[in-house]
């Protein structure tokens, strides 16, 4: 290391308050984190990309500074689900260094892994305050037993009103209208549990019927449409 002259003719002035970093929330603990390595937490975090086309909804699990879990979501242009792919493989194994100086193939799963950086060195995982953290696996309880995002999918206009198409209770095959053409309720499958019964090798008509359900007060709809069609 060089120094300048101006700083070799100093005086040597000492500090002894050196009380080391803020302790942090992690795992229900308080650390004094200095390396890497004694960084752990869950947390979630979003990132958009620079257009704006899409959004990347990250989960990570982080153990000792190593990314052990990682759930990549992402929602908007068709090719984020290819570089989904791609970063879901690439992130587990990496230090956090690592995985925010590595590039995740897209914009918004780049700006997620920067705010959870920020989350999780800053001590406000989701397990903060969990004993231990969480187990590796954690990351799945999200999607829950189906393993599926939840999202939400719902276009309107002005002309002809709303349509919905997707909710976190499936997709959607109709739905009811009120007596003002207003929406009181819809009816939904849920792929997750059907697509599980034909794997199991259930007849498709009867699991479709058994993965039916309605929401709201479909029952008592005076018009029922398709908002796919009408």
Known sequence: MQTTSEVNNMCCVKNLNNHGPAPIPEEGKWVKATDIKDISGLTHGVGGCAPQQGTCKLTLNVKNGIIEEALVETTGCSGMTQSAAMAAEILPGKTLIEALNTDLVCDAINVAMRELFLQIVYGRTQSAFSEDGLLIGAGLEDLGSNLESKTGTIYSTKLKGVRYLQTA??????????????????????????????????????????????????????????????
């Open 169 to 230: 209770d499936g997709y959607i095959t109709k739905m009811g209208l009120g007596k003002n053409n207003e929406v009181i309720g819809y009816e939904y499958v849920n792929i997750g549990k059907f697509m599980s019964m034909i794997r199991k090798g259930k007849d498709a008509t009867e699991s479709l019927k058994a993965c039916t359900k309605t929401y709201g007060r479909f029952k008592d709809a005076i018009k029922v449409i398709d908002p796919r069609v009408e």
